[in-house]
């Protein structure tokens, strides 16, 4: 189009020039340069007139895009408006429920409590009136070493990973016959749990791990203690103020004496468990749970609680880690976590991991690739009993066995 015009103009100025030289008179080369300068008035006239076309254009264009970005300021604004009053609403209406559940959880917890206790009541009264001839039996020979002093503490080392250093030692409570044969847990724990020995039992446990930390301590070993303690014990209202006043006298040695607990009595507590822990705890102690049948552990849950160390059998622990859609822990961090990470995890919360049971070398190499702490097992060591002369000198006195009072 702009070539035809361009022609059109040329041809007006030939024209022009033409005229002038054939009715005017005028020589040739001023027609022709008269012809040329109307070409060119006529071209700049175009292009004048073109690039106004176009600056107004471009002005509506721009107009029209301003009026576009105020309204899609406004809805943005009406978007955030309404976003702000349903996350107001969406906080109060779960605020509301929360509150709701944990009252309903605190009465659904007492309830629990309550029957829990009347179901043990009933149990315990049936087990005192159907005892067969062998749990007497038992019950005798359990009475007989207690009586007699002839329960031992063997130990098994914990040790740091990957350097095998011994950290810590798990104490387990051996029973022995007259002729000095070992009663084996299976043998007589049901049995002294029906009776009300556990107290008594774990009191004497743990007046020999006692002495065993002080002695450890004295050579400048920082080594500390797991010790067994039993659900009954925490709860048992003769035994626990008993145990609770013996760790008050040794409460220096917090920080070396960790007592453990089953994973899964930890998870069922009753009232009476949780307030024995919080007492034990408030004189700086610490516990551990093992026997954890997964990873999905509460982390703040148990920090809240003084759980400070979580075991679980190495072996079902690499193939939880392994398994990228694996239980997790329950922490602040919501996504779920690689394997590698879940160690850390659990430091932030204070909990240490422990890889028990492990049996063979392969697989603390699979362990190491986790960054787990710490390692238990037959590999690194089985447990073993206390020297004989560290076993008297660490037996408790008469005054002791006395003041756990009679026990059949």
Request: hydrophobic share 40%.
């Amino acid at each position: 189009m702009i070539g035809i015009l361009f022609i059109f103009y040329v041809a007006l100025g030939a024209a022009l020039g033409l005229g002038l030289y054939t009715y005017a008179g005028v020589g040739i080369p001023l027609s022709v340069g008269l012809g040329a300068v109307l070409t060119v008035i006529l071209g700049q006239l175009h292009l004048l007139i073109a690039h106004v076309s176009k600056s107004a254009e471009t002005d509506e264009k721009m107009e029209r895009l301003e009026r576009a970005q105020v309204n899609t300021r406004e809805r943005m604004d009406m978007v955030e408006a309404r976003a702000e009053s349903v996350e107001s609403t969406l906080k109060h209406e779960l605020t509301e429920r929360r509150d709701a559940l944990v009252s309903e959880m605190r009465q659904l917890e007492g309830l629990i409590d309550r029957l829990s206790k009347s179901f043990e009541t009933k149990l315990e009264e049936t087990a005192v009136n159907e005892v067969r001839p062998q749990e007497d039996a038992v019950l005798r020979t359990v009475k007989d070493a207690l009586h007699d002093g002839r329960v031992d503490l063997h130990l098994q080392p914990i040790v740091s990973l990957p350097q095998r250093r011994v950290a810590f030692y798990e104490g387990f409570t051996r029973l022995r016959r007259p002729d000095g044969s070992l009663i084996l847990p299976a043998e007589f724990l049901d049995a002294a749990r029906r009776a009300r020995l556990m107290g008594v039992i774990d009191n004497m446990m743990l007046f020999r791990c006692v002495q065993i930390v002080r002695r450890l301590s004295e050579r400048d070993r920082r080594v500390g203690v797991f010790c067994n303690i039993s659900a009954n014990s925490l709860t048992d209202p003769y035994f626990f103020p008993q145990f609770l006043e013996f760790m008050r006298e040794n409460r220096d040695l917090a920080g070396a004496l960790i007592f453990e607990i089953p994973a899964d009595r930890f998870e069922n507590r009753s009232r009476e468990m949780r307030e024995g822990m919080e007492k034990l705890t408030a004189l700086g102690f610490r516990f551990s749970i093992d026997h954890a049948s997964d990873l999905s552990v509460d982390l703040p849950r148990l920090q809240d609680a003084g759980v400070r160390f979580v075991k679980m059998n190495g072996g079902e622990l690499i193939e939880q880690l392994r398994d990228p859609n694996g239980p997790r822990p329950v922490s602040n961090v919501h996504r779920q976590l690689d394997g590698d990470e879940v160690s850390a995890v659990c430091s932030r919360f204070g909990v240490t991991l422990i890889a028990e049971k492990l049996e063979e070398e392969v697989s603390v190499v699979e362990i190491l690739e986790y960054d787990i702490p710490y390692g238990q097992g037959h590999v690194f060591g089985a447990p073993k009993p206390i020297k004989s002369s560290l076993m008297e000198a660490t037996a408790p006195p008469a005054e002791f066995i006395a003041k756990l009072g009679a026990f059949g």
